[in-house]
């Protein structure tokens, strides 16, 4: 996986390991295993730490941010209004045209292989735009 964004030295990939340990409960855990996912369905995707300290995974355009809040940690897709959602993983953002977001709280489980589809997905689509 590259990396793009950095800040004071660092790569980008260390930023979100910095931001991981730092949160140092649930939210660090479950941003660790929604990385570890969009890594393994996406692993030619580039690590990037935009907008003063969001995590952001892209692959042709942005395929999704990870940020944390107090009471969720929210993966934002940037196109996830255009992607199948076969699963009703998005449960956030759904007003809009563009964006879809998945809120995970503390305790939830994660489907990894409804996930990694869906990053599959947005990758997908992020390649069909650009060839345009």
């Known amino acids: 996986m590259q990396e793009d964004g950095e800040?004071?030295?660092?790569s980008a990939s260390e930023l979100i390991d910095?931001?991981?340990?730092?949160?140092?409960d649930?939210?660090?855990?479950?941003l660790a295993r929604l990385r570890a996912?969009?890594?393994?369905?996406?692993p030619e995707a580039v690590e990037t730490w935009?907008?003063?300290g969001v995590p952001v995974w892209e692959d042709a355009g942005i395929i999704c941010t990870g940020e944390t809040y107090k009471a969720?940690?929210?993966l934002t897709f940037a196109r996830g209004a255009a992607l199948?959602?076969?699963?009703k993983l998005f449960n956030s953002s759904l007003e809009g045209n563009t964006r879809r977001a998945i809120d995970f709280k503390q305790g939830d489980t994660v489907d990894a292989d409804a996930l990694k589809a869906l990053v599959r997905e947005a990758v997908a689509?992020?390649?069909s735009k650009a060839k345009r």
């Open 84 to 87: 199948p959602d076969p699963k």
């Open 125 to 127: 689509l992020n390649r």
């Open 7 to 10: 800040q004071d030295g660092r």
């Open 50 to 52: 935009k907008w003063r």
């Open 37 to 42: 996912l969009i890594r393994q369905a996406a």
């Open 18 to 24: 910095r931001r991981i340990e730092e949160l140092g």
């Open 26 to 30: 649930w939210r660090g855990e479950m």
């Open 72 to 74: 969720v940690v929210k």
